[in-house]
């Protein structure tokens, strides 16, 4: 997704002047004026397209993540640190980094532009080792067949597995369906495990590999005044203050933004590797 557009800047002091609770009554005197700028930010947000897995919940480090149901996807929540790992997790790659950017010129048209666009990110392993069903219990077999991202889980007729000389352990009825899955075209996502009602209806055994990490944190210790904001705000405890310097612990540290956002005097980075 890359998205760019502008907005008369008459507009947005329309708006400025319509939200603020602290103007009178009168407004003619009303002056609105705006230097030259640019902001820039990041934003991490699932997309529809999310198969309800929950895999990203189960990964993200803070629990900032409310879990999907059948009827609603994963929503990120504002305790997110933006460490990224939910979208390095993503089987399906539905959770997005979106790069959002503003900048005024002061340009001869007086308009704000904006832009949008997604950000690459690498992706960990997950692998699909085995996967089977129980066929004695009830399930919503409907459901997990219309989120599995690959078909791979589909609904079938006795005929199917008869040819296939398949024995499910129960007694077929013509005209019935009977859920299967083709393990050439299971990615391992979990889907069908997790929004199924019946807890043990699909036995999955996958494999997630290790984090990429392409980001680190640097220190200047030349600029580090002391403070223990870093220690105090690191949601992993990865930061210490030893002998007046910020010792940072590589394995413990998931390259969030909470120790460079908390930094009165910006001597924590976060910056990408080369």
């Known amino acids: 997704m890359n998205v760019s557009f502008i907005k008369q800047m008459k507009d947005l002091e329309r708006e400025v002047l319509l939200k603020s609770v602290e103007l009178d009554d009168d407004n003619d005197d009303f002056q609105f004026e705006l230097?030259?700028?640019?902001?820039?930010?990041?934003?991490?947000?699932?997309?529809?397209?999310?198969?309800?897995?929950?895999?990203?919940?189960?990964?993200?480090?803070v629990n900032a993540i409310e879990?999907?149901?059948?009827?609603?996807?994963?929503?990120?929540?504002?305790?997110?640190?933006k460490c990224e790992i939910c979208i390095q997790s993503c089987p399906v790659s539905a959770v997005k980094l979106i790069d959002n950017s503003v900048v005024y010129d002061n340009n001869e048209e007086d308009t704000v532009e904006y832009k949008l666009s997604n950000v690459s990110s690498r992706h960990r392993v997950i692998r699909m080792n085995s996967i089977s069903i129980d066929y004695s219990d009830d399930n919503n077999?409907?459901?997990?067949?219309?989120?599995?991202?690959?078909?791979?889980?589909?609904?079938e007729f006795k005929d199917f597995f008869d040819d296939l000389d398949m024995d499910l352990g129960i007694d077929l009825i013509d005209d019935e369906l009977y859920p299967h899955i083709n393990e050439k075209l299971c990615i391992g996502c979990g889907a069908c495990v997790e929004?199924?009602?019946?807890?043990?209806?699909?036995?999955?055994?996958?494999?997630?590999?290790?984090?990429?990490?392409?980001?680190?944190?640097?220190?200047?210790?030349?600029l580090c005044v002391n403070c223990f904001l870093c220690e105090e705000n690191c949601p992993m405890g990865a930061i210490e203050l030893?002998?007046?310097?910020?010792?940072?612990?590589?394995?413990?540290?998931?390259?969030?933004?909470?120790?460079?956002?908390?930094?009165?005097?910006?001597a924590l980075k976060r910056v990408e590797i080369e």
Do not use: M, Q
């Not at 230097?35 to 993200?60: Q, W």
């Not at 990490?213 to 200047?220: F, L």
């Not at 910020?246 to 413990?252: A, M």
């Open 67 to 81: 879990p999907a149901n059948i009827f609603r996807i994963a929503k990120i929540t504002d305790k997110c640190v």
């Open 195 to 222: 929004i199924s009602l019946n807890d043990n209806a699909v036995e999955l055994d996958r494999y997630i590999g290790p984090i990429i990490h392409s980001r680190v944190i640097e220190v200047n210790h030349d």
């Open 35 to 61: 230097d030259n700028f640019s902001a820039h930010d990041e934003i991490i947000a699932i997309a529809p397209k999310c198969v309800r897995c929950n895999t990203c919940v189960g990964e993200c480090p």
């Open 141 to 155: 077999w409907y459901d997990c067949a219309k989120l599995c991202p690959t078909n791979a889980f589909t609904l």
């Open 242 to 266: 030893v002998d007046g310097k910020v010792v940072l612990d590589d394995d413990k540290c998931i390259r969030c933004i909470e120790c460079t956002r908390h930094c009165p005097v910006f």
